[in-house]
């Protein structure tokens, strides 16, 4: 029988990834390598060929989930097994205690992005934007090509986009606030890039400013999940819970499922009861991804767990 995974006493070690780039080529290979092993979990590949699916020599797939994640190929796949997602999950209704006592700047949260937000008035969210202008920019990041939006008071939506893709991704995120104005300008969203997906910059002085616009029920589930740290996980049930709705399970999932701040306000971070991978509105293997990669943040070397 497998040892199941304690997370309990690990601390968070420093590491360096790829940014930028290096970081959204590196992801090209990533990604093709996680949709082979998700493809049938019950018959894994060798390194070889995984390597060799990739077009790449074995010591080079090794480079790139080294230089990605700070973590092996075996390292990596350790960390998005369902066995790692149930410790994620271990103290999944403690953790949003604790995180709304610390608050999202305490000690506890040295590790993640320093983040400060602001709720729209929900008339701007009646009005479908009317009024707000946007400025938005495509970007290199470690999970593909990312589009950000921002406006005067900080960022308001960041999606993804896999190869081709850029123009749905735009439409997708322009469709939920039609009404406003909309204007290309990398220079605006370039710093919030840079700074985004580098951890070097996380924890810098001043923190991120973003934006949530929706529905109150809605920046409520959003503003939970701001709460919810890097390396650990919490489930649709316990935020309804946390929110004193416990049979709105459903509905939390949809507002997770609306969340336009992806990443940085960490839907991602949302499991089923079960530790299954629950939908993603940007896919599951970007899902996997994200997962894998901020384990090789947080957690030590996974095979002395």
Request: net charge neutral.
């Amino acid at each position: 029988m497998t040892k199941p995974f304690d997370l309990s006493s690990v601390t968070p070690k420093p590491v360096r990834v790829s940014t930028g780039r290096e970081a959204e080529k590196d992801y090209a290979i990533v990604r093709q390598t996680l949709e082979r092993i998700t493809k049938d979990w019950r018959e894994q590949p060798t390194l070889k060929q995984l390597a060799a699916e990739a077009g790449v020599q074995p010591i080079q797939l090794q480079r790139v989930f080294s230089r990605w994640a700070g973590l092996t190929p075996k390292q990596f796949l350790q960390a998005i097994t369902l066995d790692y997602a149930k410790a994620l999950l271990r103290d999944s209704a403690s953790i949003l205690d604790t995180s709304y006592e610390v608050g999202l700047s305490g000690s506890g949260r040295l590790h993640d992005l320093f983040i400060a937000h602001e709720a729209m008035t929900p008339g701007a969210y009646r009005t479908r934007g009317a009024g707000l202008e946007m400025a938005y920019g495509f970007h290199p990041s470690p999970f593909g090509t990312v589009l950000l939006l921002v406006t005067d008071h900080g960022l308001a939506g960041l999606a993804f986009a896999d190869p081709g893709e850029e123009e749905s991704a735009l439409n997708d995120m322009t469709m939920r606030w039609p009404s406003a104005q909309y204007s290309e300008n990398t220079s605006l969203t370039a710093p919030y890039a840079e700074r985004i997906f580098d951890p070097a910059k996380w924890q810098q002085e001043t923190p991120l400013n973003i934006v949530l616009i929706g529905t109150d029920f809605e920046i409520r589930v959003w503003q939970t999940l701001l709460r919810i740290p890097i390396g650990q996980a919490s489930t649709y049930s316990d935020i309804a819970m946390k929110l004193g709705k416990p049979s709105a399970s459903r509905a939390v999932g949809t507002a997770v499922g609306k969340n336009p701040i992806s990443f940085v306000v960490p839907c991602h971070r949302v499991l089923g009861k079960t530790g299954k991978l629950c939908g993603y509105h940007w896919g599951l293997t970007r899902k996997r991804a994200i997962l894998g990669w901020e384990s090789g943040l947080t957690q030590p070397v996974l095979e002395a767990v």
